[in-house]
């Protein structure tokens, strides 16, 4: 994972949280640490020099990974973590780029709560800076990711995409509506009015004789009789 990616996750007071990653920028990526040299590569006798040069690189790779998993957490914290590291110069104007964002958001939202994770690393190299997954607090599953990225002709452009199901489950149950029958025969006027206060009128077509037993068939708790509306008793 290079230490040039960073996330970031914010939660409101209803248990929301929102994860950003910033991706590296276009253009030339930032040095990579050197791959151990095997032994006998090179000039005769600059082998075994030569792989314990790499291999001390590998180990300052190593201890960074270990720093950059340190600092995940609240941005409270892991901002200052992040900040105090020695990276590259691309990756630390990444750092610097997150801190901003963090602040616009402590600025818009002060209520949310924010973390970063600067291993996170979801595979889209199309990505040119923040990036950000939602979650809800107690909902299984993400809201929705996205991020920044350039369109085809270079313009920088921001997408995202929900996930319907988990919306569903985050969303509070729908309160149940009020059901009426309105038998054959009464007036248009009443559906209107009907309607206006709330009510699922179900028009009745043709006349039945037993307008509570055609009630109970179409699944209506109400019925309006003369006037008045009238609770169906179950059959």
């Known amino acids: 994972m290079s230490p040039d990616r960073a996330q970031i996750a914010a939660g409101g007071p209803a248990g929301g949280a929102v994860v950003v990653l910033p991706s590296p920028p276009c253009g030339p990526k930032p040095p ?77 939202a002060p209520g949310l709560s924010l973390t970063v994770d600067a291993v996170e690393s979801r595979g889209f190299e199309y990505h040119t800076g923040v990036s950000f997954t939602l979650f809800a607090l107690g909902v299984r599953g993400e809201l929705g990711s996205g991020g920044r990225y350039r369109t085809a002709s270079g313009e920088p452009a921001t997408g995202f995409t929900l996930f319907t199901d988990t919306l569903l489950r985050a969303a509070p149950a729908p309160e149940p509506r009020r059901r009426l029958l309105l038998p054959h025969g009464a007036p248009a006027e009443v559906a209107r009015r009907l309607r206006a206060d709330g009510w699922v009128v179900v028009q009745g077509l043709v006349a039945t004789g037993d307008d509570a037993a055609e009630a109970r068939r179409l699944g209506c708790g109400h019925l309006w009789r003369a006037g008045d509306i009238a609770a169906v008793a179950r059959g």
């Not at 200052?80 to 990444?94: D, G, K, N, V, W």
Request: no cysteine; glycine share 10%.
């Open 32 to 108: 990579a640490f050197a791959k151990p040299a095997r032994a006998g590569e090179g000039r005769s006798g600059d082998g075994p020099k030569r792989s314990r040069l790499g291999f001390a690189q590998a180990g300052e790779a190593a201890r960074l990974l270990a720093k950059l998993v340190d600092a995940a957490g609240p941005a409270e914290a892991g901002m200052p973590a992040l900040a105090r590291l020695e990276l590259p110069q691309a990756a630390a104007e990444l750092v610097q780029r997150l801190a901003e964002v963090v602040a616009l958001v402590r600025a818009a």
